[in-house]
């Protein structure tokens, strides 16, 4: 009996615009992360995402667009806080361990990244206050809640830079539920106004 002939394999199916969007954005994160502004090059940003140069320019149009894309923080701010205030620190700091151990994207700790750029850094920073400070003041009850989410988002901030850039051995063995339960009794003081009197600023 004759062998039937192989059913020829279906090419794969190229990858659609959002996603070739989203490998353009975290290359361009990479990219700026690394190296300054001026010498952060669109060919560099298409090489890494696996696109031509036309292609970035088409999407973004140019540098500059690009890179306030990447140090926009709207996104990864209201998935930040996206719980209830009671349970608002147990849920950042799995969040903050979920992106980064799955190296994914990191949700707030390119804004450390910003120094390198100069004129465009301001903007970053702006963006960061704006959307994230700000943003988790607007959520917070009791006095001096701009104070207190400036020192949360600072206790998250360094917990981050323990993952990605330090890499500390003993923390980064711990599940995240148990530095969850380190980092609670820190953080949900600041969230619920619980702390000790902080002077108005």
Same mark, same amino acid.
Do not use: W
């Given at each position: $009996?004759?062998?039937?002939?192989?059913?020829? *394999?279906?090419?794969?199916?190229?990858?659609?615009?959002?996603?070739?969007? #989203?490998?353009?954005?975290?290359?361009?994160?990479?990219? &700026?992360?690394?190296?300054?502004?001026?010498?952060?090059?669109?060919?560099?940003?298409? #090489?890494?995402?696996? @696109?031509?140069?036309?292609?970035? $320019?088409?999407?973004?149009?140019?540098? *500059? +667009?690009? &890179?306030?894309? /990447? &140090?926009?923080?709207?996104?990864?701010?209201?998935?930040?806080?996206?719980?209830? @205030?009671?349970?608002?620190?147990? +849920? $950042?700091?799995?969040?903050?361990?979920?992106?980064?151990?799955?190296?994914?994207?990191?949700?707030?700790?390119?804004?450390?990244?910003?120094? +390198?750029?100069? *004129?465009?850094?301001?903007?970053?920073?702006?963006?960061?206050?704006?959307?994230?400070?700000?943003?988790?003041?607007?959520?917070?009850?009791?006095?001096?809640?701009? %104070?207190?989410?400036?020192?949360?988002?600072? /206790?998250?901030?360094?917990?981050?830079?323990?993952?990605?850039?330090?890499?500390?051995?003993?923390?980064?063995?711990?599940?995240?539920?148990?530095?969850?339960?380190?980092?609670?009794?820190?953080?949900?003081?600041? %969230?619920?106004?619980?702390?000790? #009197?902080?002077?108005?600023?």
């Amino acid at each position: $009996m004759p062998t039937p002939d192989p059913v020829p *394999e279906r090419p794969a199916r190229p990858r659609d615009a959002d996603a070739r969007r #989203a490998d353009i954005l975290a290359a361009a994160r990479r990219a &700026f992360a690394r190296h300054a502004y001026a010498d952060t090059t669109i060919a560099a940003i298409a #090489a890494d995402a696996g @696109v031509s140069p036309a292609l970035v $320019m088409k999407y973004y149009g140019s540098k *500059e +667009h690009l &890179f306030t894309q /990447v &140090f926009t923080f709207d996104a990864d701010a209201t998935a930040l806080f996206d719980a209830p @205030v009671d349970g608002l620190a147990r +849920h $950042m700091v799995l969040h903050l361990l979920a992106t980064q151990r799955g190296q994914t994207r990191d949700p707030i700790l390119r804004i450390a990244f910003s120094r +390198h750029h100069l *004129e465009l850094g301001s903007q970053a920073r702006a963006n960061f206050r704006t959307q994230v400070i700000d943003a988790l003041a607007a959520r917070l009850p009791g006095p001096a809640a701009p %104070l207190r989410a400036e020192m949360a988002v600072g /206790v998250l901030l360094g917990l981050g830079a323990l993952y990605a850039t330090v890499q500390a051995d003993r923390l980064t063995r711990l599940d995240p539920g148990e530095v969850a339960d380190l980092y609670v009794p820190l953080l949900q003081p600041l %969230l619920c106004g619980d702390s000790p #009197a902080l002077p108005a600023v």
